[in-house]
């Protein structure tokens, strides 16, 4: 399974950036998919979540209202579109693949760089 997530990028705080994930590898569509991050100094977190289908998504607090998941199965990708972007969302994003059945994440993207400059 691979996972390539790209656009990250260097952005002043307020604004947006969309991040795509592309997966190839096992039948997408059978698979919820997230996003987590990694800022400088701090453990990888949550940041977003779709079931499988996509009729559910799930989101930390800390971007709840600011971010948003999608998929789409036909193009095998899952994107996470972020506005309001703040500095404290500087980190690396990563995109996962889940393990079907639980909240663990068996498979993990290269990670994209965004920067929130204040």
């Known amino acids: 399974v691979q996972l390539q997530a790209s656009g990250g990028g260097l952005v002043q705080a307020g604004g947006s950036l969309r991040l795509p994930c592309a997966a190839s590898?096992?039948?997408?569509?059978?698979?919820?998919m997230g996003w987590f991050r990694q800022a400088p100094g701090k453990e990888r977190e949550f940041v977003a979540a779709?079931?499988?289908?996509?009729?559910?998504?799930y989101y930390a607090d800390s971007v709840k209202g600011r971010f948003t998941i999608s998929r789409d199965n036909a193009k095998n990708t899952v994107c996470l579109q972020m506005n309001g972007l703040k500095p404290e969302d500087t980190a690396v994003y990563y995109c996962?693949?889940?393990?079907?059945?639980?909240?663990?994440?068996?498979?993990w993207g290269q990670g994209t760089r965004v920067t929130v400059s204040s």
């Open positions: 590898g096992r039948t997408f569509s059978n698979y919820a």
């Open positions: 996962a693949s889940g393990v079907r059945g639980s909240d663990e994440y068996d498979y």
């Open positions: 779709i079931s499988y289908r996509g009729g559910s998504t």
